[in-house]
């Protein structure tokens, strides 16, 4: 009752007095609105000024990194090059990304870069300086002459936007290997992107600062090696089908008893093609699925009769028991039946090879390679380490695998038998003869070192080719074209978006880099080996395409293991991967500076 009595001659009070309390009210009003807007709206331009201030700092950064112009050899390249277009451009990409609800056009924006010379002339150092407003609207209009404007102009913090980048004398002719993962999960998009594929980011950027690499001095060269596990490579060799064989390629000493037996060596050229199961592992079961598919799959997709294919020489016509057969290989080097002391010498070493290669993904693994003589400088870095051979795409039965199959795989390659059964589905199997028809180069394969920019332009047409990922396949089989090349400097560029499959691969890289030192023996080793062409400095760099948080793992293995802190980076986008591809090739030491320093 008495909170009731109280309310109710508060009331009373108000509406007596209500008349009184309108002028004050009207006075302290503007005075109100005006605290208002400049508590909220101040505190709203204040921060809006310090993200300014770090995009233009990112912006700037960025320009300074991605300036390919050659300032020392042309004095007119900027302008060649349209820079100041390309630098507000490139400004304002950042200035949208950090305010995607502003608008800057070009008259907020203004990059300018200054050219500092010692006293004999020389280009000692480039400053850049980004400028730029933000147009913003107070929250709270402004009302009877009280408040902020309509717009208010916002800049960044005078110390903001300023950067030095020192120019040294890293014009040294080199060698580049990038080394590039063309595993399954390059398919994917790029962390945070709608759009951009992991692969196609990767092949234009290469591309790309390949140009201005070569532009750099014309004594440089780059190659490039595609991994999964195995590097697929060309070869001169026809299909059945009219287009060209893939080649598989590994590089790696391996233990003799797995390579020779009775002083004979392995070729996996005669076993590529064979399935080393035990439910066909005699030479007549053997050829008999191989000639099924001959029968079955390539006289049916090329209108061919079994005569036919005797004629071309694919077949031979054989008699048991006065009973004729067929027996069926193209290639004369895996033929069976012209081989027979081959095959029943080797086939339970291959079988325990290709059984553990099995286990392991990888015909190099913890189990098979050969640690000290792999890591010997002869094999190491000589062609006499790697071994090539046909990759067989065709799957001739649906219970059995072909010999390494994890090897350079190709997932398009087993699609057309269909699941369950060994019945073929000729759709697919009609699509993917004619792939093979016209094919002339694997989906991926290697490049040996060249200056010829058209032979790298190449790589853009390149596509995935699937399977896992094994680092230690692509840095191994990058050590002999590294070592060909005739420059005083080689850097090898690993480009991957994760870590290495688990089993087989992910093993051998720790023991490799962990137990071995495999990174220091190869900056040792490229240091001393051609005694004709010396080499006097080698780089290894590290870069993920991966920047998902609590995945960096890979990254931090690296750093620790192989490349160091300086020369491990995560790119996220096209740009940040050219950028930091440009700040490889170029070794530059770039700084943000105070402006009364510019």
């Given at each position: 009752?008495?909170?009731?009595?109280?309310?109710?001659?508060?009331?009373?009070?108000?509406?007596?007095?209500?008349?009184?309390?309108?002028?004050?009210?009207?006075?302290?009003?503007?005075?109100?609105?005006?605290?208002?807007?400049?508590?909220?709206?101040?505190?709203?331009?204040?921060?809006?000024?310090?993200?300014?201030?770090?995009?233009?700092?990112?912006?700037?950064?960025?320009?300074?990194?991605n300036?390919?112009?050659?300032?020392?050899?042309?004095?007119e390249?900027?302008?060649?090059?349209?820079?100041?277009?390309a630098?507000?451009?490139?400004?304002?990409?950042?200035?949208?990304?950090?305010?995607?609800n502003?608008?800057?056009?070009?008259?907020?924006?203004?990059?300018?870069?200054?050219?500092n010379?010692?006293?004999?002339?020389?280009?000692?150092s480039?400053?850049?300086?980004?400028?730029?407003?933000?147009?913003?609207?107070?929250?709270?209009?402004?009302?009877?002459?009280?408040?902020?404007?309509?717009?208010?102009?916002?800049r960044?913090?005078?110390?903001?936007?300023t950067?030095?980048?020192?120019?040294?004398?890293?014009?040294?002719?080199?060698?580049?290997?990038?080394i590039?993962?063309v595993?399954?999960?390059?398919?994917?998009?790029?962390?945070?992107?709608?759009?951009?594929?992991?692969?196609?980011?990767?092949?234009?950027?290469?591309?790309?600062?390949?140009?201005?690499?070569?532009?750099?001095?014309?004594?440089?060269?780059?190659g490039?090696?595609?991994?999964?596990?195995?590097v697929?490579?060309?070869?001169?060799?026809?299909n059945?089908?009219?287009g060209?064989e893939?080649?598989?390629?590994?590089?790696?000493?391996?233990?003799?008893?797995?390579?020779?037996?009775?002083?004979?060596?392995?070729?996996?050229?005669?076993w590529?093609?064979?399935?080393?199961?035990?439910?066909?592992?005699?030479?007549k079961?053997?050829?008999?699925?191989?000639?099924?598919?001959?029968?079955k799959?390539?006289?049916?997709?090329l209108?061919?009769?079994?005569?036919?294919?005797?004629?071309?020489?694919?077949?031979?016509?054989?008699?048991?028991?006065?009973?004729?057969?067929?027996?069926c290989?193209?290639?004369?080097?895996?033929?069976?039946?012209?081989?027979?002391?081959?095959?029943?010498?080797?086939?339970?070493?291959?079988?325990?090879?290709?059984?553990?290669?099995?286990?392991?993904?990888?015909?190099?693994?913890?189990?098979?390679?050969?640690?000290?003589?792999?890591?010997k400088?002869?094999?190491?870095?000589?062609?006499?380490?790697?071994?090539?051979?046909?990759?067989?795409?065709?799957?001739?039965h649906?219970?059995?695998?072909?010999?390494?199959?994890?090897?350079?795989?190709?997932?398009?390659?087993?699609?057309?038998?269909?699941?369950?059964?060994?019945?073929?589905?000729?759709?697919?199997?009609?699509?993917?003869?004619?792939?093979?028809?016209?094919?002339?180069?694997p989906?991926?394969?290697?490049?040996?070192?060249t200056?010829?920019?058209?032979?790298?332009?190449?790589?853009?047409?390149?596509?995935?080719m699937?399977?896992?990922?094994?680092?230690?396949?692509?840095?191994?089989?990058?050590?002999?074209?590294?070592?060909?090349g005739h420059?005083a400097?080689?850097v090898?560029?690993?480009?991957t978006?994760?870590?290495?499959t688990?089993?087989?691969?992910?093993?051998?890289?720790?023991?490799?880099?962990?137990d071995?030192?495999?990174c220091?023996?190869?900056?040792?080793?490229?240091?001393?080996?051609?005694?004709?062409?010396?080499?006097?400095?080698?780089?290894?760099?590290?870069?993920?395409?991966?920047?998902?948080?609590?995945?960096?793992?890979?990254?931090?293995?690296?750093?620790?293991?192989?490349?160091?802190?300086?020369?491990?980076?995560?790119?996220?986008d096209?740009?940040?991967?050219?950028?930091?591809?440009?700040?490889?090739?170029?070794?530059?030491?770039?700084?943000?500076i105070?402006?009364?320093?510019?």
């Amino acid at each position: 009752m008495k909170i009731k009595y109280s309310l109710d001659i508060f009331l009373l009070v108000f509406r007596r007095e209500s008349g009184v309390m309108i002028l004050p009210f009207a006075i302290m009003f503007p005075m109100l609105l005006m605290f208002f807007s400049f508590a909220l709206d101040g505190a709203y331009f204040q921060s809006t000024r310090a993200r300014l201030a770090d995009a233009m700092n990112q912006g700037t950064l960025a320009i300074a990194i991605n300036d390919r112009c050659d300032y020392v050899a042309d004095k007119e390249c900027a302008v060649k090059h349209r820079n100041k277009e390309a630098n507000k451009k490139l400004l304002s990409h950042y200035l949208n990304y950090y305010f995607p609800n502003i608008t800057f056009t070009d008259n907020d924006l203004d990059v300018i870069v200054n050219l500092n010379r010692n006293n004999a002339k020389e280009l000692t150092s480039i400053d850049y300086n980004g400028t730029g407003i933000a147009k913003l609207h107070p929250i709270f209009k402004k009302y009877n002459g009280v408040g902020f404007s309509d717009d208010v102009i916002v800049r960044a913090d005078s110390s903001a936007g300023t950067v030095r980048k020192l120019v040294e004398n890293h014009n040294i002719p080199t060698d580049f290997v990038f080394i590039v993962d063309v595993s399954e999960s390059m398919r994917e998009k790029i962390s945070g992107s709608d759009d951009d594929i992991k692969y196609d980011i990767l092949k234009k950027a290469i591309v790309d600062i390949s140009q201005a690499i070569f532009n750099n001095n014309k004594k440089n060269t780059i190659g490039i090696v595609p991994f999964n596990v195995g590097v697929p490579v060309k070869l001169s060799k026809t299909n059945l089908f009219g287009g060209k064989e893939t080649g598989c390629s590994f590089a790696g000493k391996l233990k003799k008893q797995y390579t020779e037996f009775r002083s004979k060596s392995v070729d996996f050229n005669f076993w590529y093609n064979k399935y080393l199961d035990d439910k066909v592992n005699n030479i007549k079961k053997q050829d008999e699925l191989i000639t099924s598919f001959y029968e079955k799959t390539v006289a049916v997709v090329l209108h061919l009769t079994m005569p036919q294919m005797v004629d071309k020489k694919w077949c031979t016509t054989y008699s048991e028991k006065n009973i004729p057969f067929y027996s069926c290989d193209a290639d004369s080097r895996a033929n069976l039946r012209a081989h027979t002391d081959e095959y029943n010498l080797h086939y339970d070493h291959v079988k325990k090879l290709n059984k553990i290669a099995d286990e392991y993904l990888s015909i190099v693994n913890s189990e098979t390679i050969d640690f000290n003589e792999a890591l010997k400088d002869k094999n190491l870095f000589s062609d006499s380490s790697v071994t090539t051979y046909t990759y067989f795409p065709y799957r001739l039965h649906n219970e059995y695998h072909p010999m390494f199959h994890h090897m350079c795989e190709y997932v398009n390659y087993f699609t057309f038998y269909r699941p369950g059964r060994n019945t073929i589905n000729s759709h697919k199997l009609n699509d993917f003869v004619k792939e093979m028809k016209y094919r002339q180069s694997p989906p991926s394969y290697l490049i040996e070192l060249t200056s010829n920019p058209e032979v790298i332009s190449q790589f853009e047409k390149m596509s995935v080719m699937g399977g896992y990922t094994d680092t230690i396949s692509g840095l191994l089989r990058s050590l002999p074209v590294i070592a060909k090349g005739h420059n005083a400097k080689k850097v090898i560029i690993m480009v991957t978006d994760g870590d290495d499959t688990y089993r087989g691969p992910k093993s051998l890289s720790s023991k490799l880099h962990k137990d071995y030192k495999i990174c220091k023996r190869i900056k040792e080793g490229l240091l001393t080996y051609n005694k004709i062409y010396k080499t006097n400095e080698v780089d290894i760099f590290y870069i993920s395409l991966s920047s998902t948080k609590g995945d960096d793992r890979h990254i931090k293995f690296w750093r620790e293991f192989c490349v160091g802190d300086d020369n491990a980076f995560v790119a996220n986008d096209y740009l940040s991967l050219v950028n930091i591809l440009t700040k490889v090739y170029k070794k530059e030491r770039i700084n943000f500076i105070d402006k009364s320093r510019f």
